[in-house]
């Protein structure tokens, strides 16, 4: 249902599961469970696993927090894609990686909910994309002392949010981990 034309794969984002990022969010051990299980249900099913990386000031390209956390191992073979903004689309080479593979449906897991999630979807779909989030397979860190919810109410509020996010054309919606259908 994508408006992007031959683009009929799906592929599963795992946005900036790295150290420093995940250090202190919400549910750390459940999220990264089921982004584990979705990698390797999409590795068994091939479908492309793609992995975006953020850096900048405070996480520094090639330090030990930057890296990816250790229970999720990306494969040599599979696409990394480095970021510096939000939205993992934005000054990168992402769209180009989903292009050569003819994806035109995403299914968006990582951290953090409230920033390069939520950019990243939004991104994805003003771009053509359809679009789905992983409900139980995001997450973010505590930001009450700044005004935020706690992370329990970004993430249900971001998932809320997301199931009813429409656009012309494209497909939409927030699954659960056990509910992806990669193919469908």
């Known amino acids: 249902m994508t408006?992007?034309?031959?683009?009929?794969?799906?592929?599963?984002?795992?946005?900036?599961f790295q150290k420093d990022v995940v250090a202190a969010v919400h549910d750390r051990e459940g999220v990264t469970a089921?982004?584990?299980?979705?990698?390797?249900?999409a590795r068994a099913e091939?479908?492309?696993?793609?992995?975006?990386?953020?850096?900048?000031?405070?996480?520094?390209?090639?330090?030990?927090g930057w890296e990816f956390v250790a229970e999720l191992v990306r494969?040599?073979?599979?696409?990394?894609?480095?970021?510096?903004?939000?939205?993992?689309?934005?000054d990168t080479d992402l769209e180009a990686v989903l292009a050569e593979r003819g994806v035109g449906r995403l299914f968006v897991t990582g951290a953090q909910t409230d920033f390069c999630i939520r950019s990243t979807a939004h991104g994805a779909l003003t771009r053509g994309?359809?679009?789905?989030?992983?409900?139980?397979?995001?997450?973010?860190?505590?930001?009450?002392?700044?005004?935020a919810p706690a992370p329990a109410g970004v993430i249900a509020h971001t998932n809320l949010y997301w199931e009813g996010q429409r656009a012309p054309g494209r497909a939409t919606g927030t699954v659960a981990t056990a509910e992806v259908d990669f193919k469908g």
């Open 46 to 64: 091939d479908v492309d696993v793609v992995w975006v990386q953020h850096s900048d000031e405070g996480l520094p390209r090639d330090s030990e």
């Open 34 to 41: 089921n982004i584990a299980t979705l990698i390797d249900r």
């Open 3 to 16: 408006t992007l034309p031959d683009r009929p794969n799906s592929a599963l984002l795992v946005i900036d």
């Open 75 to 90: 494969r040599d073979s599979e696409p990394l894609v480095h970021k510096s903004y939000r939205d993992s689309f934005e």
């Open 129 to 147: 994309y359809d679009v789905f989030l992983v409900g139980d397979a995001h997450t973010t860190e505590d930001l009450t002392e700044y005004g």
